[in-house]
């Protein structure tokens, strides 16, 4: 399988701490995206990072990106509440153009 | 806009029964999606249409047809649904181009009894 694999699968942290989730991933990739999802809806797109770039900002939102060693990291600081959710990377492979392959997910809770 | 929208919400079907999962986006997007879900899993790629009137298959095409039937809708057809087909399936959209970011739907949640 392409997919990618998440880590860790769940994540349970004070409001406030910050939150790191990684991914990894096994071809080479034009570009990768992280997505939330809430309980129960649909996904939503937070940040893309693309292969020739190597870390990415967006509010608190930090996304890493190694290529040598296929893996990237989403740092959430400053968790809030809100937070609470479900995290997917999502992958676009360089040999199959614009087919994403999603990551098991890892489950964060934040507590208030 | 509405975005992507997906209908029905929620359908039980007995194993055997066949069943039109329906999709429409408002974006003029290019490129539209079906992915299943599964429990405590991330989202698979079932089948995939890059432009209106072409269709590929992705990682779980088995046991499943699609329809692009204008610009707008994509259409996922089950023809004889299996218990292994429960699942939530999700509806996306994208302009097309590389790299861009995918619209969801809702989600359709299937139980096949």
């Known amino acids: 399988s392409q997919q990618g694999e998440e880590d860790p699968q769940a994540l349970s942290i004070q409001e406030g701490e910050n939150a790191t989730m990684n991914c990894s991933y096994k071809?080479?990739?034009?570009?990768l995206q992280w997505y939330r999802q809430n309980s129960g809806r649909g996904l939503v797109h937070l940040i893309l990072i693309r292969s020739n770039e190597r870390e990415k900002h967006s509010g608190r939102l930090r996304v890493t990106l190694d290529t040598s060693k296929k893996s990237s990291s989403l740092l959430i600081t400053a968790s809030r509440a809100a937070d609470t959710a479900s995290y997917f990377c999502?992958?676009?492979?360089?040999?199959?153009?614009?087919?994403?392959?999603f990551g098991s997910g890892t489950k964060l809770n934040v507590k208030p | 806009n509405a975005g992507v929208t997906q209908t029905p919400k929620f359908q039980v079907l007995k194993t055997g029964q066949s069943m039109t999962l329906q999709c429409a986006q408002d974006m003029n997007h290019n490129s539209m999606y079906w992915y299943r879900q599964d429990p405590g899993m991330g989202l698979r790629l079932i089948y995939y249409s890059a432009s209106e009137g072409t269709t590929d298959k992705g990682e779980v095409p088995n046991g499943y047809n699609v329809s692009r039937l204008n610009k707008r809708e994509f259409s996922l057809r089950l023809e004889s649904a299996a218990p292994s087909q429960t699942s939530v399936y999700f509806c996306?959209?994208?302009?097309?181009?590389?790299?861009?970011?995918?619209?969801f739907g809702p989600g359709t949640r299937l139980l096949v009894l």
């Open positions: 999502a992958t676009d492979p360089i040999y199959n153009f614009n087919k994403f392959y």
């Open positions: 996306a959209s994208n302009g097309g181009n590389p790299g861009e970011t995918q619209y």
């Open positions: 071809t080479s990739i034009n570009n």
